[in-house]
């Protein structure tokens, strides 16, 4: 969601994932979000997206509708996301987890959005960042083309050693560009540290 190359298809996976839709459909979903495109543009980005797989197209004549394929690669936020719910069983401790894996990722606070695209509707058990933060935070996204509603909540977490948070990012890292080769799962233990 916050990466500026990616943002657009980002966008438009999360408006298919729940419902299959119409040219049309996402072309004013985008302009209701704010993004300006002719629908001619939005025509080839999403026959562009279908072709490499990301998407389903299915013809209703006179219309094509679009959904999500079931072999999307998960993005950051949902590594994020699914991880913490693996790492503990409420959603309290969930939320926290992210916040604070986010966090560190990003040193900045993290706003609602963020969390609802790590797959979390529901409240974020995290202390709300102070006006500053928030304000600084959005102002730097801004900067990359990003609009963030001066309303909109951001979260944080005290800074500390969290190993939790730590190994759910190395674990993201390592999958995401392939370096369990690399990985020493065993350490190797001296005679005399016995």
Not at 111 to 116: H, K, P, T
């Amino acid at each position: 969601m916050f990466v500026p190359e990616g943002n657009l298809k980002d966008l438009v996976i999360r408006y298919v994932r729940d419902q299959e839709r119409s040219i049309s459909a996402l072309t004013k979903q985008l302009e209701n979000d704010g993004y300006s495109f002719h629908r001619l543009f939005v025509t080839g980005y999403l026959k562009a997206l279908a072709d490499v797989g990301m998407l389903r197209e299915k013809e209703i004549p006179p219309a094509k509708v679009y959904m999500a394929s079931a072999h999307r690669d998960p993005n950051l936020y949902e590594m994020v996301g699914e991880r913490c719910r693996e790492a503990f069983p409420d959603e309290a401790s969930q939320t926290r987890l992210a916040v604070a894996a986010l966090q560190k990722l990003f040193r900045r606070p993290v706003f609602l959005r963020e969390m609802r695209e790590a797959g979390f509707p529901g409240t974020v058990d995290a202390s709300a960042a102070s006006k500053d933060e928030r304000e600084e935070a959005r102002r730097a996204l801004m900067k990359l083309g990003l609009q963030i509603p001066t309303n909109e909540p951001a979260y944080r977490v005290e800074e500390r050693r969290n190993d939790v948070r730590d190994a759910i990012l190395c674990d993201i890292i390592v999958e995401r560009f392939g370096l369990m080769p690399l990985v020493v799962d065993t350490k190797q233990m001296k005679l005399m540290e016995r």
